[in-house]
T-cell receptor, first 117, second 110 residues
Framework: NAGVTQTPKFRILKIGQSMTLQCTQD?????MYWYRQDPGMGLKLIYY???????DKGEVPNGYNVSRSTTEDFPLRLELAAPSQTSVYFC????????????????FGSGTQLSVL | KNEVEQSPQNLTAQEGEFITINCSYS?????LHWLQQHPGGGIVSLFM???GKKKHGRLIATINIQEKHSSLHITASHPRDSAVYIC????????????FGKGTHLIIQP
């Protein structure tokens, strides 16, 4: 059982370049999330999805786009990369909403360390 | 939007000591998560709790909904417990997803 698979693990971009961070899960989870983690700060929600075809903005969506064409995949697109997007990115998934008492666990990918120079 | 405060930010202890990490939040919630981030960066979910107490091995998590406070305890601490421990609560404001604390960096010395 692979869980949440995130690629790539590391990437260096030049200012203005674009890239897609891939995230796939094999647990048939409806809920998927993208977070970024900056040094000394808590993870911040970029975008989330409650099911295929449904996405919504989180706390820090500017400069990013997402899509959810299948239950398994939730790619994060960076357009026109900026130094402020240097961060560690985590994809996560869960069976039900993170707000619900019925949700026992979140599953995280291994992270992508992105530098924009 | 829910705000999360964790204490202490850093904690160094000797092997075998009883460890307590605290988490306070500002808005009433239905669920609180405790997570562990390994030195390599990977994040693992430890507990989700909505009331009372949960125990898994040497880890115990408690929550007081009225006081908006949760604690994570580690009994008989071991160097392999060294990690960052993160508390997270529902963000509120209509968005799904969580608001995370900044984490408690725990080092257990042999």
């Amino acid at each position: 059982n692979a869980g949440v698979t995130q690629t790539p693990k590391f990437r260096i971009l030049k200012i203005g370049q674009s890239m897609t961070l891939q995230c796939t899960q094999d647990m048939n989870h409806n809920y998927m999330y993208w977070y970024r983690q900056d040094p000394g700060m808590g993870l911040k929600l970029i975008y989330y999805s409650v099911g295929a075809g449904i996405t919504d903005k989180g706390e820090v969506p500017n400069g990013y786009n997402v899509s959810r064409s299948t239950t398994e995949d939730f790619p994060l697109r960076l357009e026109l990369a900026a130094p402020s997007q240097t961060s560690v990115y985590f994809c996560a998934s869960s069976y039900s909403t993170a707000r619900a008492a019925t949700n026992e666990k979140l599953f995280f990918g291994s992270g992508t360390q992105l530098s924009v120079l | 939007k829910n705000e999360v405060e964790q204490s202490p930010q850093n904690l160094t202890a000797q092997e075998g000591e009883f460890i307590t990490i605290n988490c306070s939040y500002s808005v009433g919630i239905s669920a609180l998560h405790w997570l562990q981030q390994h030195p390599g960066g990977g994040i693992v979910s430890l507990f989700m709790l909505s009331s009372g107490k949960k125990k898994h091995g040497r880890l115990i998590a408690t929550i007081n909904i009225q006081e908006k406070h949760s604690s994570l305890h580690i009994t008989a601490s071991h160097p392999r417990d060294s990690a960052v421990y993160i508390c997270a609560v529902p963000s509120g404001g209509g968005a799904d997803g969580l608001t995370f604390g900044k984490g408690t960096h725990l080092i257990i010395q042999p």
